[in-house]
């Protein structure tokens, strides 16, 4: 069974610090991975994806993740974060099951708060 | 505008009450489902759909029950078997293709309280 795990639960730093959220997942075959934020009192929305080609993926608002197979890792990275990232971000993996139906994991989320 | 409504926003149900939660969508999608969001557990699958008059049990159905009749509704029944139900519930649906590379748009959820 697919699973993802994000092991940071709650982040805290000032701003123009850098930032970078782990994620793990299990699954044997072809994935795709995604990043979703949820901002205070908003409903989820993609912040990048990966799907093949260029490991490295760019993504809105300055975000940008790293997919390394080997490690089966997809952590998300920024340079310098501001008070307006203050969010939760949700890694997530969508895989096709046994049965051959599309299946998105979500990880337990991540709560990033920045301090101006 | 094309989207994903999930109503009512705000929904108070006695214990021992079946329950539904409405999720429309426009965006012509073949694949649907619904989570559940609690603190520091992410968001749990509960059910999920490819397409019409079929769909699959996820991580947590025990105590809910769903139906797809139409490509765009996919309602979500809490029953009262559900030990647990009060909880955010989120739907989402995205294109459904073999290649399953496609990512899921979401309502504004839906917080349910059993009291």
């Known amino acids: 069974a697919q699973s993802v795990s994000q092991h940071n639960h709650h982040v805290i730093l000032s701003e123009a610090a850098s930032l970078e959220l782990g994620c793990n997942y299990s699954?044997?075959?072809?994935?795709?991975l995604f990043w979703y934020v949820q901002y205070p009192g908003q409903h989820l929305q993609l912040l990048l994806k990966y799907f093949s080609g260029d490991p490295l993926v760019k993504g809105i608002k300055g975000f940008e993740a790293e997919f390394i197979k080997s490690k089966f890792s997809f952590n998300l990275r920024k340079p310098s974060v501001q008070w307006s990232d203050t969010a939760e971000y949700f890694c997530?993996?969508?895989?096709?099951?046994?049965?051959?139906?599309?299946?998105?994991?979500f990880g337990t989320g991540t709560k990033l708060q920045v301090i101006p | 505008d094309g989207g994903i409504t999930q109503s009512p926003k705000y929904l108070f149900r006695k214990e021992g009450q079946n329950v539904t939660l409405s999720c429309e969508q426009n965006l012509n999608h073949d694949a649907m489902y619904w989570y559940r969001q609690d603190p520091g557990q992410g968001l749990r699958l509960i059910y999920y759909?490819?397409?019409?008059?079929?769909?699959q049990k996820g991580d947590i159905a025990e105590g809910y029950s769903v139906s797809r009749e139409k490509k765009e509704s996919f309602p979500l029944t809490v029953t009262s078997a559900q030990k647990n139900p009060t909880a955010f519930y989120l739907c989402a649906s995205s294109i459904s293709t073999a290649a399953n590379q496609d990512e899921a748009f979401f309502g504004q959820g839906t917080r349910l309280t059993v009291v």
């Open positions: 699954y044997g075959g072809t994935v795709n």
């Open positions: 997530a993996v969508n895989a096709l099951n046994s049965g051959g139906y599309q299946k998105v994991t």
């Open positions: 759909s490819q397409i019409v008059n079929d769909f």
